[in-house]
């Protein structure tokens, strides 16, 4: 291993500064690199890689200028903290009607939930079941009306992490 890392370093060096390195292949059909010409081998010419230049050079020298603040990207509030690229309620969607006053709440989170993290249902701001670690849940006795529901990720500190877009449903 150590072996290995010596060949890196010395490869590694050879092509910043773009230096002739040897490919010498033993009767094995091993394949090592070195700066020595004495242990023969194929010569290999390797371009220098591209450099920025230092931090003492200055940006504006390299052509490069800073992003003033206000241009820099930011996360957009209500995506989810990582490691999640999507958590929504899936299921009822935007303005359903519900023939009864229940339904099944499925939440959609990918990658799935991991293990440390649970999820809770809102109906109109309210805790209406506790955090669980479960992304469907069972939803009884909707008065009739509109009502708001989100879930909410919490951490494994049950620290609330993020909470889903608004989605409003109907009970006639």
């Not at 999507?86 to 989170?109: D, N, R, S, W």
């Amino acid at each position: 291993m150590a072996a290995a890392v010596g060949v890196w370093l010395a490869c590694s060096a050879a092509v910043a500064f773009g230096q002739t390195v040897f490919r010498v292949i033993d009767e094995h059909g091993n394949v090592t690199f070195t700066d020595n010409p004495d242990r023969g081998g194929e010569a290999l010419t390797l371009a220098p890689l591209p450099s920025l230049p230092s931090a003492s050079q200055g940006r504006e020298t390299s052509g490069l200028t800073p992003l003033p603040a206000t241009a820099r990207p930011r996360g957009q509030p209500g995506q989810p903290f990582m490691p999640y690229d999507h958590f929504k309620i899936a299921l009822p969607q935007q303005g359903a009607q519900l023939e009864e006053g229940m339904t099944a709440v499925e939440v959609a989170i990918a990658p799935p939930l991991r293990s440390d993290h649970q999820v809770r249902l809102l109906v109109n701001g309210e805790i209406s079941q506790t955090a669980l670690h479960s992304d469907v849940f069972w939803l009884t006795g909707l008065s009739a009306g509109q009502h708001e529901l989100q879930a909410e990720l919490l951490d494994s500190s049950r620290r609330l992490q993020h909470r889903t877009t608004p989605v409003t449903i109907t009970v006639p």
